[in-house]
């Protein structure tokens, strides 16, 4: 599972650092949906827990340098100190928006492939761009990233217009 939960003094703003291993999607799934739950936002769960799947998976395997997810070490690999530890998973709510965001130690950015429908990988950055609202990446100050999903919160409204633009960088 997880190694530790964070809540900052805002209750709507939590992190979660995980584990550099495999289980570490299933405990960003689990992170996800106690959050939305605890704030009221569970029909969000499907969306953005799929997204946060992807975004996990994508640090494990592009990050941290392992070219298959089960390659990781399994969970009764020796336990790292929290600041070695180099993927956290943050969620903030602010209405009518929910943010995904996942960091991790590699500065390159994400690059969506073209999609190959036979391939067993390679979708994920498809997949993250028709489930959120809009998603990108920041470089963090020193080294590492952080990749984040907006998605829409609001329960009785239309989505806002999809001209807001897609998967932006900022410098």
Do not use: Y
């Not at 949906?33 to 998976?57: H, I, Q, Y």
């Not at 984040?148 to 897609?166: H, Q």
């Amino acid at each position: 599972m997880s190694t530790g939960t964070a809540l900052a003094t805002d209750p709507h703003v939590v992190s979660c650092t995980l584990a550099p291993r495999f289980e570490a999607v299933r405990a960003a799934r689990e992170f996800t949906r106690d959050t939305l739950d605890g704030w009221g936002l569970g029909e969000l769960f499907d969306d953005v827990a799929l997204v946060a799947s992807e975004l996990v998976t994508n640090a494990l395997r592009h990050a941290l340098g392992q070219s298959e997810p089960s390659r990781v070490p399994a969970q009764n690999t020796p336990q790292l100190s929290a600041e070695a530890l180099p993927i956290r998973i943050s969620l903030v709510h602010r209405a009518p928006q929910v943010v995904c965001a996942v960091s991790d130690p590699s500065s390159s950015g994400p690059v969506a492939r073209e999609a190959d429908f036979v391939a067993e990988s390679g979708r994920g950055l498809h997949l993250v761009d028709s489930f959120s609202r809009s998603w990108g990446w920041h470089p963090l100050a020193g080294a590492g990233k952080v990749v984040w999903a907006l998605f829409d919160a609001r329960a009785d409204e239309p989505p806002l217009s999809a001209d807001l633009g897609r998967h932006r960088r900022s410098a």
